[in-house]
Nanobody
Framework: QVQLVESGGGSVQSGGSLRLSCVASGSIYVSYCMFWFRQAPGKEREKVAAMSNDGTTTFYADSVKGRFTISQDNVKRTLYLQMNALDPEDTGVYYC?????????????????????RGQGTQVTVSS
């Protein structure tokens, strides 16, 4: 079992920045994919960014490319999401999740969000 705890959400104005963190504990798999997804009211869940445990593979949603950066500290077992130039469209609950196995392009392009584990979420609100 893996436990994931997010933090760093909050309320910011359009154009502002936030940094989300996700601390993992519990089991460690040989190969896994860590990612962030978000859920906005009335909208489908959307994968935002993903990174393989070895850091060699990253994916970003088109809507956040150039603004968000995913990173990790494997020693601290912490995943980060640096969010810059925030827009009201970025408002939602952001979840940290883990998928056992690598970050595959075929998984990333799926519209549904599949994960083995996920955190409780942290609210991000961007006002105009």
């Amino acid at each position: 079992q893996v436990q994931l705890v997010e933090s760093g959400g909050g309320s910011v104005q359009s154009g502002g920045s936030l940094r989300l963190s996700c601390v993992a504990s519990g089991s460690i798999y040989v190969s896994y994919c860590m990612f962030w997804f978000r859920q906005a009211p009335g909208k489908e869940r959307e994968k935002v960014a993903a990174m393989s445990n070895d850091g060699t593979t990253t994916f970003y949603a088109d809507s956040v490319k150039g603004r968000f950066t995913i990173s990790q500290d494997n020693v601290k077992r912490t995943l980060y999401l640096q969010m810059n130039a925030l827009d009201p469209e970025d408002t939602g609950v952001y979840y940290c999740a883990e998928l056992v196995g690598g970050c595959l392009a075929s998984w990333w392009t799926r519209t549904d969000v599949i994960s083995a584990y996920r955190g409780q979420g942290t609210q991000v609100t961007v006002s105009s």
